[in-house]
């Protein structure tokens, strides 16, 4: 069975840090790509950052380039997203996702984890 495990979100307060980690189980983690999203309430899921099966390639969203770093290792089939100097409108659920290095389309998702930071 094919999952994605959120952990590492939590309440924090604006300027600080998380790391959330996501663990992958029942696929072969090195030939997938593995981004991270988030949804605010009322709002519709966004992007956050990617990074290509090998770890050569990563990409962001403007609203977190230089504030948010995102890895991955390949040998504890883990993803993680490194968030600093968070803000208010960081606030949301976090969304771990896979896609297969051959195809289109991100088709794996975790359940979320809720990341809150305070003014």
Not at 79 to 91: C, F, H, I, R
């Amino acid at each position: 069975q094919v999952q994605l495990v959120e952990s590492g979100g939590g309440l924090v307060q604006g300027g600080g840090s998380l790391r959330l980690s996501c663990a992958a189980r029942g696929l072969t983690f090195s030939i997938y790509d593995m981004g991270w999203f988030r949804q605010a309430p009322g709002k519709e899921r966004e992007f956050v950052a990617t990074i290509n099966w090998s770890g050569g390639s990563t990409s962001y969203a403007d609203s977190v380039k230089g504030r948010f770093t995102i890895v991955r290792d390949n040998a504890k089939n883990t993803v993680y997203l490194q968030m600093n100097s968070l803000k208010p409108e960081d606030t949301a659920v976090y969304y771990c996702a896979a896609k297969n290095a051959l195809r289109s389309g991100y088709d794996t998702w975790g359940q979320g984890t809720q990341v809150t930071v305070s003014s």
